[in-house]
């Protein structure tokens, strides 16, 4: 699987939109990126995840670029409850395994 | 949330001791997951299995052994425990390739 980079940490104002970058410039075309978070010390909660095209549902977008080498998870507007660990997560559909990085430590601000 | 269980929730043992950990699900799904946790290191994948009986190792697969004689349970198991094996441990359960994968709430282990 593709390897990802995140920035290891990110402060965002609450009520504004979190903007969070993912490089993955050695993507394959038959990977997906996905996206988990982790809050404090719970398991991983899945957010959403796209191929090529963008993506949204009811916690994020997922904006990925024309030549898929970075995405971005944008949360609309953040809450103190944003705050978390968040990995992106390049997969092949047929992959038996989630690499997960290090990712983003998101703070939200009041 | 999906219905996935881990116990026990945390556990303190003995260097040298054996351990299972279990997570049972409810969800009937095909997939299920070992993972650990620790410091700096991202999650790890210990074991998976892809159906009753049918397991497989991950990249930090030694010194564990896995289960799945059901369905709904997939157990870990530590042989002898080390220090090293102190961590947080998660179990994920997933339906289909590609589909979103669950996770359990975490078991922490301390080996004394």
């Known amino acids: 699987d593709a390897k990802t980079t995140q920035p290891p940490s990110m402060d965002c104002a609450e009520g504004r939109a979190a903007n969070l970058p993912c490089n993955h410039s050695?993507?394959?075309?038959?990977?997906?990126v996905y996206w988990y978070r982790q809050i404090h010390s719970q398991g991983p909660q899945y957010i959403i995840h796209?191929?090529?095209n963008n993506e949204t549902n009811e916690m994020a977008s997922l904006i990925i670029t024309e030549d898929r080498k970075s995405s971005t998870l944008i949360l609309p507007h953040a809450t103190l409850r944003d705050t978390a660990v968040y990995y992106c997560?390049?997969?092949?559909?047929?992959?038996?395994?989630?690499?997960f990085g290090t990712g983003t430590r998101l703070t939200v601000i009041p | 949330d999906a219905g996935i269980t881990q116990s026990p929730r945390h556990k303190v043992t003995e260097t040298g001791t054996p351990v299972t950990l279990r997570c049972h699900q409810t969800?009937?799904?095909?997939?299920m997951y070992w993972y650990r946790q620790d410091p700096g290191h991202g999650l790890r994948l210990i074991h998976y299995?892809?159906?009753?009986?049918?397991?497989d190792k991950g990249e930090v697969s030694d010194g564990y052994s896995v289960s799945r004689s059901k369905t709904e349970d997939f157990l870990l198991t530590l042989e002898s425990a080390t220090s090293s094996q102190t961590s947080v441990y998660f179990c994920?359960?997933?339906?289909?390739?590609?589909?979103?994968?669950?996770f359990g709430q975490g078991t922490r282990l301390t080996v004394v």
């Open positions: 969800e009937n799904h095909r997939y």
């Open positions: 994920a359960i997933q339906g289909a390739f590609g589909a979103e994968a669950f």
């Open positions: 796209g191929l090529k």
């Open positions: 299995s892809y159906g009753v009986k049918d397991t």
């Open positions: 997560i390049v997969r092949e559909t047929g992959a038996n395994n989630l690499f």
């Open positions: 050695t993507i394959s075309g038959n990977e997906y």
